[in-house]
Nanobody, 119 residues
Framework: VRLVESGGGLVQAGGSLRLSCAAS????????MGWYRRAPGKERELVAT???????NYSNSAAGRFTISADSVKNTVYLQMNSLRPEDTAVYYC??????????????WGQGTQVTVSS
């Protein structure tokens, strides 16, 4: 299983970024996919998740500003981030948690992509 994130970078406060997570070795239609982040000096925290049937969940910080989506044809998960704030600065990680019908039996993490929001 491989999860490859992309789309991170430097953006000014109020700007937008779209992160992508390209999955291989696991069908995302049989997984709960998530985005997590780790800010400097802090523990990794949940940003958003989407289940195989499209249920989404957001952290309080992400709700209303970020949107998670999944394209099962491209086997890719996205995180659209709008109205970015300096406190959103972090390394963002993609996560795959296999569900009942997945042939994959353990969770996996991507390597992360850096998002830096300047004030």
């Amino acid at each position: 299983v491989r999860l490859v994130e992309s789309g991170g970078g430097l953006v000014q406060a109020g700007g937008s970024l779209r992160l992508s997570c390209a999955a291989s070795g696991i069908a995302i239609r049989f997984a709960t996919m998530g985005w997590y982040r780790r800010a400097p000096g802090k523990e990794r925290e949940l940003v958003a998740t989407v289940t195989s049937i499209g249920y989404t969940n957001y952290s309080n910080s992400a709700a209303g500003r970020f949107t998670i989506s999944a394209d099962s044809v491209k086997n890719t998960v996205y995180l659209q981030m709008n109205s970015l704030r300096p406190e959103d600065t972090a390394v963002y990680y993609c996560h795959a948690q296999p569900e009942q019908y997945s042939s994959v039996k353990s969770a996996h993490w991507g390597q992360g992509t850096q998002v830096t929001v300047s004030s």
